[in-house]
């Protein structure tokens, strides 16, 4: 499914206030990935307010610190399960993948809506043993998808309240971290490569919509990305500028190919960004960021 139409988005909004009260003294180091940051993005002071509706997903992510211990004397597993939150394990890798869903979803199969806990990916695949390290469990008891490169998601992140949200009916206010728009633009663009193609053509789409939010800070947006270059190795950097050079090389590209596509299929009765709109917008992102070749 391409994104979650307006008939979906109460169900998802309210899942997500459920986790979000349910993480409790875990928001300090939790922070909101994926296609829900951009919706955020749009009820702060200082973002856009572009005329597309948000491209909004199912999953409710959040990326933990790979070395996260107890906060309080509850676990983070106990804490979900305190929230009437079921796990639904994984099948065919030890420890398996954890993914938690309400219970009114059931506890026998994977729900529409879900959420998962990430955490970056440091050092090899594999350990000594040959296992695989992709799938961890933190001190705070739960198994996490150990993925590259979301360490730049949690660095330096935006603390709001996210009672900006209404609809996630939360009980007073509740502080939630976000990645920052450079750092979010930057992980997608890398982890794109190693994405499932239908993932892939909606994290472009995701970048689309930043760049549309982030239009009038775009200079803001190149000075985080010359911060972030000097912390992190130089190959990403000239990755991450060759993956959008060549994904948005032309109108015809498969970068504004995907998101229009992307947006058609959310907004049937008309009204989808083109092709050449596409390819406008992220000429003038990659331009304004000094990621264009020089003439």
Known sequence: ?????????????????????????????????????????????????????????????????VDIGLRGSRSLAERLADSRFVVIRSTGSEPPVE?????????????????????????????????PRTVQVVRAGIAVQALRYLDLLLDSPMR???????????????????????????????????RPRDKRDKDLAYIY?????????????????????????????????QVLLRLFASVTSDGPVAVARQYRSLMPGGGAPSERAVHTVITGFLDAIGWLPTR
């Open 209 to 241: 919509e930043v760049a549309l939010l982030t239009r009038d800070d775009w200079p803001g947006i190149a000075a985080a990305l010359v911060r972030l270059r000097g912390r992190y190795p130089q190959r990403w950097v000239s990755r991450a500028r």
């Open 160 to 194: 709001i309240d996210a009672t900006v949200v209404a609809e996630l009916n939360l009980r007073g206010r509740r502080e939630i971290l976000l990645p920052r728009p450079a750092n979010y633009v930057f992980q997608k663009v890398l982890a794109g490569p190693e």
């Open 1 to 65: 499914m391409t994104g979650v139409r307006r008939a979906e988005l109460a169900e998802v909004l309210a899942d997500l206030g459920r986790l979000i009260e349910a993480l409790g003294d875990y928001r300090r180091d939790a922070v909101l990935t994926g296609g829900l940051v951009p919706f955020f993005y749009r009820r702060l002071p200082g973002f856009a307010a572009p005329a597309v509706p948000p491209l909004l997903t199912h999953d409710m992510d959040w990326t933990l610190p």
């Open 99 to 131: 993914w938690y869903q309400h219970e009114r979803h059931g506890r026998d199969h994977l729900a529409p809506i879900y959420a998962e806990f990430l955490a970056p990916l440091v050092g090899s695949v594999r350990n000594r043993s040959g296992k």
